[in-house]
């Protein structure tokens, strides 16, 4: 097998040039406990562009089925943030920029062609075990 499934998912709409991109989605997932760890992370992060007068045209897309509630830290972060209840890939389409949950989101907005930064966090037992299976050097004057 070459290829991906989601190209022939998306066929007709990638051979359409893409509308006017503008604002920035987020794109937190869809199972109940990555959107518990994800989403007052990503307010904490709207938050902290508003505080610095960077105020961008904001929607959060919601997955099938998952309860606009567990979306509420989100859309509360700002007074202009957006639910986005359209299809994820139409939705990445449009965005000028997305910040989009580990996993298929991620391959569905590089098909998309937006520019996105992806996000992923674990549960605190994972992290605690991995922390002492893996080591990762670090340039010390490379870290912001």
Do not use: M, N, W
């Not at 939705?91 to 998309?112: K, M, Q």
């Not at 605190?124 to 010390?140: N, W």
């Amino acid at each position: 097998f070459v290829g991906h499934p989601l190209v022939d998912i998306h066929a007709g709409a990638l051979a359409r040039s893409a509308a006017q991109r503008e604002g920035l989605l987020f794109a937190p997932g869809s199972r109940r406990q990555e959107l518990l760890r994800l989403v007052p992370v990503l307010a904490r992060g709207v938050r902290l562009l508003a505080e610095r007068g960077i105020r961008p045209q904001v929607r959060v897309s919601r997955a099938p089925g998952v309860d606009e509630e567990l979306l509420r830290p989100l859309l509360a972060a700002a007074p202009d943030v957006q639910l986005a209840e359209g299809e994820l890939f139409g939705e990445l389409r449009r965005a000028r920029a997305a910040v989009v949950c580990s996993g298929t989101a991620t391959i569905e907005a590089a098909l998309a062609g937006v520019p996105h930064v992806i996000v992923y966090r674990t549960g605190s037992l994972t992290y605690a075990i991995a922390r002492r299976i893996a080591s990762v050097e670090q340039d010390r004057k490379s870290v912001v």
